[in-house]
């Protein structure tokens, strides 16, 4: 006890050496002094949290519209577009759908939905109501969702264009799923990041899978510490999530454990906000996998450069297994 104690006294009179200028830092003392101290936290309560927050995930992922239920992506061409399932549509639903649900057109940025040969199936609805002839809302925060039973389908701007989304909440991969993989929870990588804000933030351009740009703001970059490297990651901000802050990254355990493309973290904002330096909590126990992970009909985003970590982070979501 009592070494350990001197060891701490000798430890904290040479950093406060080093800060008055009476010797030169070595590079041990300046990491030590330029590593933000861990934000306190009770470990019980905090596994308690992780745990509730993976099993609303697991709700999330396995939900009669979760990602499990998406069947289809198909893009739709100028002019008329047929959707049903019978096999002479120009999109065809590979689900238990009626032959014939509808032509949806496109007409520079209009996209109409009109009633096929006799007219719309029984039961199809728009946003809740029986089925109308008419323009659709494509994209933004409520876009028009065509029901039938179980199957929706919605149509979405993608790079300039539009793309039908088509779910079934009978879909064969949400009625064989069997739960999330994830590492054991570790606090070692809750993490404590400085903030340091950009002046002013600039748009990123965000790579998708399927070959389009998102352009979105990046307000700063989030800096911390693992094994005694000092890595960067630099967040985005989501139309209609000006609270949240989106990391898209991938480290080394996509060569083995985690899936290959990309895994996600969403924090809250800095402790002093986005415009000022600050601290950051970074718990990569919360990493989760994009909706690529479990379906080839969706369109995610892919880790910008700056992004790709030369580390392991064996914390957070891991390979689903299909």
């Given at each position: 006890m009592?070494?350990r ?22 590079p041990?003392?300046a ?22 927050w ?10 009669p ?6 069947v ?10 047929s ?26 940025k209009?996209?109409?939905?009109l ?19 008419g ?16 199957l ?16 079934d ?6 009625t ?11 606090l070692?990588y ?8 950009f ?11 399927i070959g ?6 990046a ?56 415009g ?24 995610c ?16 979501e ?5």
């Open positions: 009592i070494v104690n001197a060891c701490r006294c000798v430890f904290a009179l040479a950093l406060l050496a080093a800060a008055c200028g009476w010797l030169e830092p070595t041990a003392l990491q030590a002094a330029s590593a933000p101290a861990p934000m306190t936290v009770d470990a019980a309560q905090w596994r308690q949290d992780l745990a509730a993976r099993a609303q995930r697991e709700r999330e992922i396995d939900a519209d979760g990602w499990l239920t998406l289809g992506l198909d893009w739709l061409k100028p002019g008329i577009n959707v049903g399932a019978a096999a002479d549509n120009h999109i065809q639903v590979r689900s238990q759908a009626p032959d014939h649900i509808g032509l949806l057109t496109v007409s520079g209009t996209v109409q939905l009633a096929p040969g006799g007219g719309f199936p029984p039961e199809l609805t728009i946003d809740g109501k029986p089925a109308r002839e323009a659709i809302t494509v994209g933004g925060a409520k876009p028009s969702i065509m029901a039938w039973r179980g929706t389908l919605v149509v979405l701007e993608r790079g300039g264009r539009y793309v039908l989304r088509i779910k909440a009978n879909s064969p991969t949400r064989g799923f069997h739960g999330l993989n994830w590492y054991a929870p570790d070692d809750r993490l404590t990041a400085k903030w340091i804000p002046t002013p933030p600039h748009i990123e351009k965000i790579p998708t899978v389009t740009t998102l352009d979105l703001p307000p700063g970059i989030a800096e911390f510490m693992i094994g005694g490297a000092t890595l960067r990651l630099e967040p985005v901000i989501e139309a209609g999530e000006a609270n949240v802050l989106f990391f898209i990254l991938r480290d080394q355990t996509s060569q083995t454990t985690t899936y290959q493309a990309a895994r996600f973290l969403h924090t809250g904002l800095p402790d002093h906000g986005l000022q330096p600050g601290l950051l909590t970074l718990d990569f126990n919360r990493l989760e996998n994009p909706p690529c992970a479990y379906t080839p009909y969706a369109t985003p892919l880790p910008p450069d700056q992004n790709r970590l030369p580390v392991t982070l064996e914390a957070g891991q390979r689903y297994a299909h």
